[in-house]
């Protein structure tokens, strides 16, 4: 396939996280952390293969082999990151297998260069979806809803000190729940915001 033919079809947010949740629920269930690894290799068959230094030296966490057979990561950094970047390669994997299979490249150097090669808003589009993607699957969104509930003396006793102040509660609870799901802070307050949760709603 010619570069200028590549096309990543938009898809809404929702599409995004409906097709996450399809397939959380046909490999893993309700149980959290969400054992992205394991679904890998045992659900996806595919090979998760830990190369130290990868980030110092191409500024890539992971990536998804061409053929999509493995799933390259640092094992240096940070569990959190490691999780998150996994998840994200299972989202290429999910919603741009066909545009993948037909750039046929199979090392890591080709697969670099054909990125550099296919235009910013092109390659843009596949990681945001991909990144919605892994943010949803790895932060099921009943499962957050379930998990701010449990929390909901917390939320009272905040309030008696920020008052109304959404923004700084989800902030504090971004930082206590992310723990929950094994996720980055930053991770589960895109979550919060990205899903426009307003924790103050479940008081009611």
């Given amino acids: 396939m010619e570069l200028s033919e590549l096309n990543i079809p938009y898809l809404p947010d929702e599409n995004i996280r409906q097709k996450a949740d399809n397939f959380l629920n046909k490999n893993w269930g309700d149980n959290i952390p969400v054992d992205i690894e394991l679904i890998v290799e045992k659900k996806l068959k595919l090979d998760i293969i830990p190369l130290p230094g990868l980030y110092r030296i191409t500024g890539t966490e992971a990536f998804l ?66 990144s919605e993607f892994a943010g949803r699957l790895l932060v099921p969104l ?22 109304d102040d959404s923004a700084s509660l989800i902030e504090y609870l971004a930082t206590n729940i992310s723990k929950e799901f094994k996720v980055a802070d930053k991770t589960m307050l895109i979550r ?13």
């Fill in 65 to 130: 082999s061409g053929d999509l057979n493995e799933i390259i990561f640092d094992v240096d950094r940070p569990d959190v990151r490691i999780r998150f970047s996994i998840a994200h390669e299972v989202g290429h994997y999910v919603l741009h297998e066909e545009q993948i299979k037909s750039l046929r490249t199979k090392s890591y150097e080709n697969w670099k260069g054909v990125i550099k090669s296919i235009p910013g808003p092109v390659w843009g589009r596949a990681e945001y979806q991909a």
């Fill in 142 to 163: 009943s499962a957050l809803i379930q998990s701010i509930k449990k929390r909901r003396s917390l939320i009272e006793q905040a309030r008696k000190i920020i008052n």
């Fill in 192 to 204: 919060f915001n990205k899903e426009n949760i307003n924790p103050f709603d479940y008081l009611k």
